[in-house]
């Protein structure tokens, strides 16, 4: 009993033994490869540095020069090499095929440093001058440019041309991974099943929001990996792939049709929130009202009101309900103006907001101007036009029913004392002085506009997109390929206006338009008919086009025009305006204002 007690210890003490001594050993191994590796990685660097200094020497040769990688750059070069080249060359794409360059290189006994050549440089390789090249110890030293330089080009051009390789890669697959999963059978709970939603679930987050691989993490790149296997699984499962061409198709045609609701809804959502008031202007058309409606019929009157029919003044227009579209343009206008002593502004608004405006411009007088506020009782006569001719419209939209929008076919009427008026769409700022309007010759026409018939821009339009020429009465009168021009900034002869009794042609255009389909809804298609042949195209930059469209309008020409438009649906005051072009309204209005402040209107 004693002797096998004795045994039984020392082979307890021969295993303790064994187990304090062999990791002893084993890290002593490890350390003599580990000093080998760093030896190499020495000596590798200390033979550049030195073939660095034999070219530094030889600078009166004509050859190309190297660049020789600091110490830094090299060492994560090369340590970067050395630790991927044997896990990742199968597995990360563009990197693993730079490694495979450079197994070919070393396996040859050479190893080159990518350098980079001036055009100069270029045009001496071409004449095929020798070049140095840095070698390491078993290279040979005479090998040419035409080597370094294709090396070079193997080892730069997969990045170059395959920039977002893995990451349409690894949509592709989750899209090949849900095809899978949805042609399994209903309340299948499989391994592959949960281990193709593992995969998916990973790989989604994996690619996120990447658009190039750069974006793509170590981490992303083995969960592409792990997704790639189990796909090569579910191939397995699924041999049949004319179901899997079924699935895909059945995929993309439900993708197209969530993308084109998706599509119809913000359009939907963009013209209505167009057509709709901003808290913010509502609250301040609120509150100027009451501040106007306590003030004593003396003090709402505007100064210098016997200057509104002088005809030697320059006339401007505008009919709008919004307080911050009115401000803007009259503000813009005055101030780029040389002489806004002559400047006589009409504004035209209805009964609801006249007291808004009428206050808004008391307190923010516009310098040296003169500026009248009408309201659209105050014409009588055509309000009972108005009545009658406007509610046959089917239309919805404000824009196209709205009387303001109608009335600048009665311009004769509404100014009957002038000869000459600038009309103004309230969406609009003016950056230049526009005196040299009103010295234009106008050739015996009515209306002076800008032309939209050039292809391309957003505010191109044809004849036909608003007239139907397949009614008879229309083909007769108008043609279809005539240049078509603009609302928004429009200089009137309304002498000439008056000789050609052109309100009364428009009243016979509205009313045959509500027994046939003559044109669609809104002003402009009347316009060009009610006008045809009597508008002159005015210089290009006068009136820029295209500001309140989602394509915008370019850069081309903007600080250069006279009057931006901001025609379309995203208006300057509204959240879905043009970010673009924002800033060349707002900086015409005071955002330190206090009924600004107080009603949380903000740039």
């Not at 990791?23 to 200390?46: A, H, M, Q, W």
């Not at 078993?138 to 395959?162: C, I, L």
């Not at 309000?383 to 009335?407: F, M």
């Amino acid at each position: 009993m004693k002797k096998f007690r004795r045994w039984q210890r020392i082979l307890l003490f021969s295993l303790l033994c064994l187990t304090v001594l062999a990791p002893i050993l084993f890290v002593s191994v490890g350390r003599k490869e580990l000093i080998s590796d760093l030896s190499t990685l020495r000596y590798r660097r200390d033979s550049v540095q030195l073939n660095a200094i034999e070219q530094e020497e030889g600078e009166g040769l004509k050859g190309p020069k190297l660049v020789v990688y600091d110490e830094k750059e090299l060492d994560s070069r090369v340590s970067y090499s050395a630790s991927e080249e044997n896990n990742d060359s199968k597995k990360y794409g563009n990197v693993g095929e730079i490694d495979q360059v450079s197994k070919r290189s070393q396996r040859a006994g050479s190893m080159s440093i990518p350098f980079e050549r001036t055009n100069h440089e270029s045009r001496e390789e071409n004449q095929q001058i020798p070049q140095e090249t840095v070698t390491s110890r078993s290279e040979a030293k005479g090998q040419s440019n035409q080597t370094t330089a294709q090396h070079d080009q193997n080892m730069r051009s997969p990045v170059r041309r395959f920039t977002d390789e893995k990451v349409k890669q690894m949509k592709d697959d989750l899209i090949r991974a849900k095809a899978y999963l949805s042609m399994t059978p209903p309340g299948s709970n499989s391994h592959l099943v949960k281990e193709l939603r593992l995969r998916i679930k990973e790989s989604e987050r994996a690619v996120g929001a990447a658009n190039k691989d750069s974006d793509l993490s170590r981490s992303a790149l083995q969960k592409k990996r792990s997704l790639e296997v189990t796909l090569s699984k579910a191939s397995h499962v699924f041999p049949d792939c004319s179901a899997m061409a079924l699935k895909l198709r059945a995929m993309t045609y439900n993708a197209e049709e969530q993308v084109r609701a998706q599509k119809n809804q913000a359009s939907y959502l963009v013209q209505l929130s167009g057509r709709t008031t901003p808290k913010g202007l509502h609250c301040l058309s609120m509150r100027l009202t009451a501040e106007y409606f306590a003030l004593s019929p003396e003090e709402r009157q505007l100064p210098n009101q016997q200057r509104v029919h002088d005809a030697d003044l320059y006339h401007y227009a505008v009919f709008s309900d919004n307080v911050l579209a009115c401000a803007v343009v009259v503000n813009s206008t005055v101030s780029s103006a040389m002489e806004p002593e002559k400047i006589v502004f009409h504004v035209v608004t209805d009964s609801l907001n006249l007291p808004a405006i009428s206050m808004w411009f008391l307190l923010n007088p516009p310098g040296k101007a003169t500026i009248q506020i009408q309201s659209l009782v105050d014409f009588k006569g055509l309000s009972a036009i108005y009545n009658s001719t406007l509610k046959q419209q089917n239309s919805r939209d404000s824009r196209y029913t709205s009387a303001l929008n109608h009335l600048r076919f009665y311009l004769p009427y509404v100014f009957p004392q002038l000869n000459k008026i600038v009309l103004f769409d309230h969406d609009v700022v003016v950056q230049k002085d526009l005196a040299g309007l009103w010295s234009l010759n106008m050739k015996g026409k009515v209306i002076g506009a800008v032309d939209t018939c050039r292809e391309g821009e957003p505010s191109f339009r044809r004849m036909d997109t608003l007239i139907n020429f397949s009614d008879p009465f229309v083909i007769k009168r108008f043609d279809a390929k005539a240049c078509t021009w603009a609302f928004g900034m429009n200089l009137f002869d309304l002498q000439e206006w008056r000789r050609h009794k052109l309100t009364a042609l428009y009243n016979k255009y509205l009313q045959l338009g509500y027994r046939r389909q003559l044109w669609k809804a809104g002003s402009l298609p009347l316009g060009w008919a009610t006008f045809y042949n009597r508008t002159v195209i005015l210089d290009r930059r006068w009136h820029k086009l295209g500001l309140g469209h989602e394509a915008g309008a370019g850069p081309d020409g903007v600080e250069q025009a006279a009057v931006l438009h901001y025609d379309g649906v995203m208006k300057p005051w509204l959240d879905i305006g043009n970010g673009r072009y924002k800033s060349y309204w707002s900086k015409y209005i005071s955002y330190d204002h206090p009924y600004l402040q107080q009603c949380n209107i903000h740039e």
